[in-house]
């Protein structure tokens, strides 16, 4: 038996590798383009189409497979506050992004809702629109902790669906994987505020870790099930390099699935846009429908078109990336639009990113994953520095 590849615990958070900033004459036109639509592709033939902005490091949550408290102690240093992109800034790179090809914005963490006046944020991304004049798929990524209040003033600033991490419904399991002795009672009342306060197309996300809340995914199934929210259900994946990652910890989404229809016939359907990350199930009796994530089992990397921008103005072309290319001090540094705009689409089409699929061919090859995607020769930053 193959010896196992497990993550070391020690927190990354590199430094931004320098952009060059372009000509003053810089023009961005609308180039290269997919199936009609302008922006830039990247080495692969892949639409830069969705960007995941961090709003924050911080979270108030201890997820053993994102910020274990072990690593993420009292002691940690987090971002000072200058060092975070203001809203005005965000608001600028969003709209850059939005002339480059980008229709869906997704603010993610840490834990969004902890970064104070978010609100605002929303109703100035809200409030752009793309060079055909549609405004931008705008949803947003929570523990659900603080929903309950905060659901309706974003609902009211124009944020159009939230997503909710949410890992059991057993409460003693749930707030043993959060660390933080939270109730799930309470991320259930922030998703019932939600629904109140009329966010549409709400999903909720399940991580599963083998042996820690797999007997979770069928309670889970059956509350959801009618509701509906979206159940989606997400393979352990080795992101970042604190949470001690091990292939015999993932379960894989055909072992979900075939736990979900042993009780609950499922009836395939197609994706509803491309670059979608879940395969999506619906339930033969009409109940809605589930999702299944199977980042490492089967890697979806041929079709990736999101970016992520870090908290501090960090571009990351991989969710599993070492380091990324700073925006911040061309922000910053005096750059126009036009100039971001070229940076960003030159830094897109040198993009050559696959590593779920380099990691499923060296665990197909040698059993584990090791090779191109050793842990100890590819470091990576952290989930709660960029974003799921």
């Known amino acids: 038996m193959p010896a196992r590849s497990v993550i070391p615990l020690v927190a990354q958070r590199p430094a931004g590798l320098p952009v060059p900033l372009p000509p003053a004459d810089t023009r961005v036109q609308a180039v290269d383009g997919v199936q009609g639509q302008t922006g830039p592709v990247d080495t692969r033939g892949r639409p830069l189409r969705d960007l995941r902005i961090s709003v924050t490091d911080r979270c108030n949550f201890r997820c053993s497979y994102c910020m274990p408290r072990e690593v993420f102690d009292q002691s ?4 000072p506050q200058d060092a975070l992109l203001r809203f005005e800034e965000i608001t600028r790179l969003a709209s850059v992004f939005l002339k480059q090809g980008v229709r869906k914005i997704r ?3 840490g834990e969004p809702l902890l970064r104070r006046g978010i609100e605002d944020l929303v109703a100035n991304l ?3 629109r793309s060079p055909d004049g549609q405004a931008p798929d705008l949803t947003l990524t ?3 902790s603080l929903l309950a209040r905060k659901a309706l003033a974003l609902r009211e600033a124009g944020l159009r669906r939230v997503t909710v991490s949410l890992d059991a419904l057993d409460d003693a399991v749930f707030r043993k994987m959060n660390d933080a002795d939270f109730p799930v009672a309470e991320v259930l009342a922030g ?3 939600a629904q109140a306060a009329g ?3 709400i999903k909720v996300n399940m991580v599963v870790k083998r042996g820690v809340n797999e007997d979770q995914i069928l309670p889970m199934a059956r509350h959801f099930r009618g509701s509906g929210v979206t159940l989606r259900f997400i393979e352990y994946m080795d992101v970042g390099n604190t ?4 292939l015999d910890d993932v379960l894989p989404a055909k072992d979900i699935l075939q736990r979900l229809t042993a009780e609950l016939p499922l009836v395939s359907l197609p994706p509803t846009t491309p670059g979608e990350t879940a395969q999506r199930w619906a339930y033969a009796d009409g109940g809605g429908e589930i999702g299944i994530i199977a980042s490492v089992s089967q890697a979806f990397c041929g079709d990736c078109n999101r970016a992520r921008l870090s908290t501090e103005g960090q571009l990351f072309m991989c969710l599993f990336a070492s380091r990324g290319h700073d925006l911040r001090a061309l922000l910053r540094g005096g750059a126009s639009d036009d100039q971001l705009g ?6 897109w089409r040198a993009r050559d990113d696959r590593y779920s699929e380099l990691r499923g061919a060296a665990t197909a090859a040698r059993g584990q994953p090791v090779g191109a995607v050793d842990a100890a020769s590819a470091p990576r930053v952290e989930m709660s520095y960029i974003g799921g």
Not at 76 to 79: D, I, T
Not at 243 to 246: A, F, T
Not at 342 to 347: E, K, Q, W, Y
């Open 76 to 79: 940690h240093v987090y971002l």
């Open 107 to 109: 603010l993610t963490g």
């Open 126 to 128: 809200a409030a752009l």
């Open 142 to 144: 929570t523990n659900g």
């Open 191 to 193: 998703i019932d505020a």
């Open 199 to 201: 966010l549409g197309s």
């Open 243 to 246: 949470n001690g990652w091990r």
């Open 342 to 347: 070229a940076a960003i689409a030159g830094l």
